[in-house]
């Protein structure tokens, strides 16, 4: 178990290859940048080592794996070609805003 960052998070996303019952852990503030270091983990099934982690890094629970995968097609939806920033503006605002970004 190891950290990535937010970008290598959001690259799995456009993959279609996230798993449903994980959720975005990022450090705490919470900072939507690509170098953000960020994890992927199922919030029902945590290990001890994996709850130390979190403690540890001072990692938050922030998105369920479905907002995210709803973030990034809303995205698409708009912009055929969105790119790795829009995409993190995106997702910040709908942390923010509990809504969807429209890009402009």
Do not use: C
Request: negative net charge; without cysteine; charged residues 25%.
């Amino acid at each position: 178990m190891q950290l990535h960052t937010l970008a290598d998070i959001l690259n799995l996303a456009l993959t279609g290859a996230l798993d449903m019952k994980k959720a975005l852990y990022t450090v705490d503030p919470v900072q939507w940048k690509l170098e953000t270091p960020a994890i992927l983990l199922d919030p029902e099934a945590l290990t001890i080592e994996e709850i130390g982690m979190l403690e540890t890094k001072n990692l938050q629970r922030r998105l369920n794996a479905d907002q995210l995968l709803e973030i990034i097609a809303n995205a698409k939806l708009q912009r055929e070609n969105v790119t790795m920033a829009q995409l993190i503006e995106a997702v910040s605002h709908y942390y923010e805003h509990d809504a969807f970004l429209r890009l402009t």
